[in-house]
């Protein structure tokens, strides 16, 4: 079993960075396609960017490209999401997740809130 631990999140004014960090325990990801997803209050959930277990196939929503940027440390097992040029309309709650060779995101972290000021 994966456990995912996410972190970084916080207050920041538009236009500002933050980076979030997902940290895995229980066992390697190394071969996991990893997630990043959001969901704002009173919205579904969305995905917002995706990595494959090499580091060198990624997709992003249509909203963050250009601004967000996915990557993965294997060795270190976390994978992580810088987020630029930051709008008020990327505050949510953002969740980490994992796909094992299931094709399913099974595993999944608690979040951690983003919270963009105009």
């Known amino acids: 079993q994966v456990q995912l631990a996410e972190s970084g999140g916080g207050l920041v004014q538009a236009g500002g960075s933050l980076r979030l960090s997902c940290a895995a325990s229980g066992d390697t990801i190394r071969t996991y396609t990893m997630g990043w997803f959001r969901q704002a209050p009173g919205k579904e959930r969305e995905s917002v960017a995706v990595i494959g277990w090499t580091g060198r196939e990624t997709d992003y929503a249509d909203s963050v490209k250009g601004r967000f940027t996915i990557s993965r440390d294997n060795a270190k097992n976390t994978a992580d999401l810088q987020m630029n040029s930051l709008k008020p309309e990327d505050t949510a709650v953002y969740y980490c997740?994992?796909?094992?060779?299931?094709?399913?995101?099974?595993?999944w972290g608690q979040g951690t809130q983003v919270t963009v000021a105009s």
């Open positions: 997740a994992a796909m094992p060779s299931s094709g399913r995101f099974d595993y």
